[in-house]
């Protein structure tokens, strides 16, 4: 048991002793490696609008300091605990190491349930939330970025926040903000762009013909949402699409543009149309080509897995599948073709990570510029994750793990244990 312990860590540690394992790590060097270096927990105070005062509990975990900054998503959601948001930021370890950038993972978040705070009183939480995470986050420290619930807005009031204490505008302190304020291009797209761009690759080696292709989303918010817009850019048909709200499915397509302005208008795809719907339940399940978790973690369970109908499955979302629906995956291996959240959705923090050093130079990028190193990097990624997924026999989650642990112990050997 530790501070931790609940079902979303328990599975981040189930993964990385599978991994441990297949490294022959021994057990002396296992808990230096997984067990994260810092967590802060904060209460945030807020004025609601009646006048009264609510406290809300906010997090942010630190997972390792050896390969540079910590870099790590905030979110924003009733779910959140010390456990997942540990959980998220040793995952981000992994996927930043198997990427190539230079940082170590880090995560955040604020227990709230955003459908009962009004916007006034979000940017009260999310300037307070800020303020307090100020003696421990930093742009050489750890840099902060958006995850389920938080927004270009949040991270503009997070810069804004950490500057006024500053007495000068630090942009370099969080990334995803509004392209305007020191935000990349191509940052609101990237994690959904780069699934999308995984899964058309993955399309090629197993010579699907995109336009006769179809995908099923699970999530339409950031990640969800670009995804299905490049499926449908190279010619797929999306047929399903779910949020918390319902499902809409139709097998002709959707029109993944007008349901975009219809989430962003609305906050949700509810209301888009009378008579598309189905049961959210049975959307994972659908027969399709290439099927995009992009909401939560922990959806596809075993029972799920072996249901599953998709050639494809490209993780949007961190963590939708658990431990023993891996098990259910590797004995189904020809049939689907996992591409694991780390790689799938790491177009992401590439780009925050372009963010982050155009910031620090003061010099901006093109927006095709953006695109065709965020493509270099996952080409790279995805070809050096299959050769050693061939290699060693291992599943594709497997040996992405592999790469990015092998990596952080590799560093953390080479500049030892301090004193
Ligand atoms: P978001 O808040 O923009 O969207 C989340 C979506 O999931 C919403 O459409 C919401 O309605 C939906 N959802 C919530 N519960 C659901 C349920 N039970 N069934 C179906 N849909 C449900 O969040 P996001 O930024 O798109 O993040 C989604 C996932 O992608 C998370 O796992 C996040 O950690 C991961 N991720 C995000 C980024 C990023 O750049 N935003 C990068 C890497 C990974």
């Given amino acids: 048991m530790t501070v931790y312990s609940g079902p979303v860590f328990d599975?981040?540690?189930?993964?990385?002793?599978?991994?441990?394992?297949?490294?022959?790590?021994?057990?002396?060097?296992?808990?230096?490696?997984?067990m994260p270096k810092r967590a802060i927990t904060v209460s945030?105070?807020?004025?609601?609008?009646?006048g009264s005062v609510s406290v809300f509990e906010g997090y942010r975990v630190q997972h390792l300091l050896t390969m540079g900054p910590t870099k790590g998503g905030t979110r924003f959601a009733p779910s959140v605990d010390i456990g997942e948001v540990a959980a998220l930021a040793i995952w981000m370890s992994w996927k930043c190491a198997l990427v190539g950038l230079p940082y170590g993972g880090a995560k955040g978040g604020v227990?709230?349930?955003?459908?009962?705070?009004?916007?006034?009183e979000l940017e009260a939480l999310s300037r307070r939330y800020m303020q307090e995470m100020i003696p421990f986050?930093?742009?050489?420290?750890?840099v902060m970025a958006p995850d389920m619930g938080t927004n270009e807005q949040v991270m503009a009031w997070f810069m804004d926040t950490y500057s006024m204490y500053q007495g000068q505008t630090v942009t370099e302190i969080v990334t995803g903000k509004p392209v305007?304020?020191?935000?990349?291009?191509?940052?609101?797209?990237?994690?959904?762009?780069?699934?999308?761009?995984?899964?058309?690759?993955?399309?090629?080696?197993?010579?699907?013909?995109?336009?006769?292709?179809?995908?099923v989303i699970q999530g339409f918010g950031n990640v969800g949402s670009y995804a299905a817009f490049g499926l449908q850019n190279y010619g797929l048909k999306v047929i399903a699409v779910s949020d918390h709200t319902g499902a809409l499915h139709d097998p002709k397509g959707l029109d993944i543009p007008a349901l975009m302005r219809h989430a962003s208008e609305h906050g949700s795809i509810a209301g888009f149309s009378n008579e598309l719907h189905c049961d959210p339940e049975e959307v994972l399940t659908l027969p399709c080509d290439v099927l995009v978790p992009a909401a939560m973690e922990r959806t596809i369970d075993a029972?799920?897995?072996?249901?599953?109908?998709?050639?494809?499955?490209?993780?949007?979302?961190?963590?939708?599948?658990?431990?023993?629906?891996?098990?259910?995956?590797?004995?189904r291996q020809d049939e689907i073709f996992l591409i694991p959240d780390i790689l799938c959705n790491s177009g992401g923090v590439v780009v925050s990570y372009f963010e982050w050093v155009q910031d620090l130079q003061q010099l901006f990028w093109e927006e095709e510029e953006v695109m065709r190193r965020e493509y270099q990097i996952l080409d790279r990624a995805f070809e050096h994750m299959l050769a050693r997924a061939k290699a060693d026999r291992i599943p594709h989650r497997t040996a992405a793990m592999a790469i990015g642990v092998e990596k952080v112990r590799a560093a953390k050997s080479t500049r030892g244990l301090f004193p």
Avoid: W
């Fill in 303 to 331: 029972r799920v897995a072996s249901k599953l109908r998709c050639r494809v499955l490209a993780e949007g979302a961190n963590g939708p599948t658990t431990p023993e629906a891996d098990l259910v995956l590797e004995k």
């Fill in 11 to 34: 599975m981040a540690a189930n993964q990385f002793n599978v991994i441990a394992n297949h490294l022959d790590i021994p057990t002396d060097e296992r808990e230096r490696l997984l």
């Fill in 180 to 215: 305007f304020s020191g935000g990349t291009l191509g940052r609101r797209e990237a994690t959904g762009r780069g699934v999308a761009y995984l899964a058309r690759r993955v399309m090629d080696v197993l010579q699907i013909n995109p336009s006769r292709a179809t995908a």
């Fill in 111 to 120: 227990n709230v349930d955003l459908s009962t705070i009004s916007k006034r």
């Fill in 137 to 142: 986050v930093g742009p050489r420290t750890d």
């Fill in 44 to 50: 945030c105070p807020i004025h609601r609008d009646d």
